[in-house]
């Protein structure tokens, strides 16, 4: 278990190791966060939250995720996190990301 990450976020994917989900966590809470609102409520890019998310095809998200979004900020994740951290980074937004408890920890 990783404290101060809920159950779910750390379940959902066992081949995720616990450091490795403390750091995307940061990552998105941090880096996504900067344009995203570091409460993924909106900013520069639109809001990461479930119900924003609701409708979007998962396979987007991820393929988003992966190779950004050309004539956008959005840039490409694709080197920095692999694609079922990408698949994990959108399950957690469908479900309400979970706070930053720090990637260091």
């Given at each position: 278990?990783?404290?101060?990450?809920?159950?779910?976020?750390?379940?959902?994917?066992?081949?995720?190791?616990?450091?490795?989900?403390?750091?995307?966590?940061?990552?998105?809470?941090?880096d996504c966060?900067?344009?995203?609102?570091?409460?993924?409520?909106?900013?520069?890019?639109?809001?990461?939250?479930?119900?924003?998310?609701?409708?979007?095809?998962?396979?987007?998200?991820?393929?988003?995720?992966?190779?950004?979004?050309?004539?956008?900020?959005?840039?490409?994740?694709?080197?920095?996190?692999?694609?079922?951290?990408?698949?994990?980074?959108?399950?957690?937004?469908a479900?309400?990301?979970?706070?930053?408890?720090?990637?260091?920890?």
């Amino acid at each position: 278990m990783v404290a101060g990450l809920p159950a779910a976020a750390q379940d959902a994917s066992p081949q995720l190791q616990p450091q490795r989900i403390r750091e995307l966590v940061h990552l998105v809470r941090q880096d996504c966060g900067s344009c995203h609102g570091l409460t993924l409520q909106g900013g520069l890019g639109p809001a990461l939250t479930a119900p924003a998310l609701r409708d979007k095809p998962r396979e987007g998200l991820v393929a988003t995720i992966l190779g950004g979004r050309p004539g956008t900020p959005m840039p490409p994740f694709r080197g920095i996190v692999a694609e079922d951290e990408a698949a994990w980074i959108v399950d957690r937004l469908a479900e309400g990301f979970p706070a930053d408890p720090g990637a260091s920890r």
